[in-house]
Structure formats: C-alpha cells, structure tokens
C-alpha cells in the first residue's frame, strides 16, 4: 500500500504562487507515475501535471508555462509549484500515484484564488 499526503494549498491571489507536495509513504519503491489533479465543483477531475519515470512531465494547456513538477526521489515527495495563479486555478488538487499497475490518491488540499 502507498499513503500520500498532500499540503501546501491555501489562499492566493491572482498572480501569486503556492507549492503543493506530495509525499509518498509506505510501499513507495516502483512509483512510475504521479499526476496532480485538479477537482472543481460540477466538473471532472482534470489531469493538470504529471511526472514519469525517466523525468518525464507533461501539463494540461491551461497551465502549461505557469506550474512546474518535480520530484525529490529522497523525500518520496512530488512537488506542484504553482506560479502567475488565475481565479480559474480555484479547486480541491489531488495526487495520484500509480505503482505496479495499482492507482493510489491522496485525500486533496485546497487551493483557493481570489481576487
């Protein structure tokens, strides 16, 4: 079993910044992938980011050029670094995993942008 743990979410203005984590616990060796995603009220979740194995990232259109994934392999932690945030950015963000075919989501941290 993989844990994950999200934070990092809050209230930002628009043009401001917010770093999200993803922290993986438990049986976190073979992670190959993990995908932030975004949930809007009477919307679908949304891929936004994602990284895998080989370092590989890819970015939703919406937010290509303003956020940026990495991940730090001694802290088994992902990180989402937000940045020029607009009021659209508004949602609850998840982390999904997935290792040995098995998927694994985080329980989410809000992210709120206001002006």
């Known amino acids: 079993q993989v844990q994950l743990a999200e934070s990092g979410g809050g209230l930002v203005q628009p043009g401001g910044s917010l770093r999200l984590s993803c922290a993986a616990s438990?049986?976190?060796?073979?992670?190959?992938?993990t995908g932030w995603y975004r949930q809007t009220p009477g919307r679908e979740r949304e891929l936004v980011a994602l990284?895998?194995?080989?370092?590989?990232?890819n970015y939703a259109d919406s937010v290509r050029g303003r956020f940026t994934v990495s991940r730090d392999n001694a802290k088994n932690t992902v990180f989402l670094q937000m940045t020029n945030v607009e009021l659209q950015d508004t949602g609850v963000y998840f982390c999904?995993?997935?290792?040995?075919?098995?998927?694994?989501w985080g329980q989410g941290t809000q992210v709120t942008v206001f002006s």
């Open positions: 999904k995993v997935i290792r040995l075919g098995k998927e694994f």
């Open positions: 438990g049986d976190t060796f073979g992670i190959s992938y």
């Open positions: 990284w895998r194995s080989g370092d590989y990232t």
